[in-house]
C-alpha cells in the first residue's frame, strides 16, 4: 500500500474533526501536520517492534583502521540505526563462509585492556550511536583487509514531502493514521474520541505483532539439572 503525506495527514484530521468531507487542510495545517508526522515516524524508531527493513551490508576492512563513521556521508553510508542485530565477517577463502562476531557492550570495551591488538580476523565489534555519524569500532585492528557484514532494522520511510508516495507495508497505514490523529488533536484544540484511542493502540499493536522477530526456541539449561540431553514433546522426556 502507498500513502502520500497529503493522504495520512488529512484523513488524520478528519478523524478528529479538524476537516469534513472532502476539505482539504489548509497551507499552514498541512505544513505543521508533516512535521507531527514525520516526529511520529522519528520516535517509531527507537522501539525495534515497529522497524521492519531489513539491511545487510558489507562494510571493507582497511588494514590498521579500526573506526569507521556510520550514518549518510560515513564511510558506512547508510543512516545510523538504534542498535545492530548481528554483524559477522567474510573469510577470504574461495568460497567466503560468514562468521559471526559478539557485538561488544559498553562495558566490554572499557574492560578490553589492549584496545589496540591487531590480529588476521576480527573477533567483535562495538556500535556508538551518535548525531549525525556513529561509529564502529573493530577488535582487535585489522591486519589483513576483509569484510564486515552488519545487520539492522531501519523504521518505515519519512514523508519526505506532501505529495511523494511512500511504500507501507500491511497494517501500517492505519496505525498512522490514528496514532497521527492523536498527536495532532491537542495541536487543534481537539478531543480524540475514545474509539479512535482505541484504535490507535490496536492497530500500533498489530504492527508490532507483525514485527517480532522469528527466534529458536530453548530450554533453559538450569531446568535440565544433571541429566544433559534435551526434551521430546513426543514422549514428555
Not at 588494514?63 to 564511510?75: H, K, L, P, S
Not at 518505515?156 to 500491511?170: H, K
Not at 493502540?201 to 526456541?217: F, H, M, W
Request: a negative charge.
Amino acid at each position: 500500500m502507498t500513502r502520500t503525506g497529503l493522504q495520512v495527514i488529512t484523513d488524520s484530521l478528519k478523524l478528529i474533526g479538524v476537516v469534513a468531507g472532502h476539505e482539504v487542510p489548509t497551507s499552514a495545517e498541512q505544513q505543521d501536520s508533516l512535521a507531527r508526522l514525520n516526529e511520529l515516524i522519528d520516535s517509531w524508531g527507537v522501539h525495534a517492534q515497529t522497524m521492519y527493513v531489513p539491511r545487510r551490508v558489507l562494510v571493507p576492512l582497511s588494514v590498521g583502521v579500526q573506526t569507521y563513521t556510520f550514518g549518510v556521508g560515513g564511510v558506512i553510508n547508510h543512516p545510523a540505526p538504534l542498535t545492530l542485530d548481528a554483524a559477522s565477517y567474510l573469510t577470504t577463502a574461495s568460497v567466503p563462509a560468514e562468521i559471526y562476531l559478539e557485538i561488544a557492550s559498553d562495558q566490554t570495551y572499557v574492560g578490553q585492556p589492549v584496545k589496540t591488538l591487531t590480529g588476521t580476523s576480527p573477533e567483535a565489534v562495538s556500535y556508538t550511536r551518535g548525531a549525525p555519524l556513529g561509529e564502529i569500532w573493530v577488535w582487535p585492528v585489522p591486519s589483513v583487509a576483509s569484510t564486515l557484514v552488519l545487520y539492522w532494522r531501519e523504521p518505515v520511510q519519512a514523508f519526505p514531502d506532501l505529495v511523494t508516495a511512500v511504500d507501507l507495508l500491511p497494517g501500517y497505514a492505519r496505525a498512522l493514521r490514528c496514532n497521527l490523529a492523536l498527536e495532532l488533536a491537542p495541536e487543534f484544540g481537539r478531543q480524540a474520541d475514545p474509539l479512535v484511542v482505541q484504535m490507535a493502540r490496536e492497530s500500533l499493536a498489530d504492527v508490532k505483532r507483525a514485527n517480532l522477530p522469528y527466534l529458536e526456541v530453548a530450554m533453559d539449561e538450569a531446568l535440565l539439572g544433571d541429566c544433559g540431553g534435551g526434551y521430546s514433546i513426543l514422549t514428555d522426556s
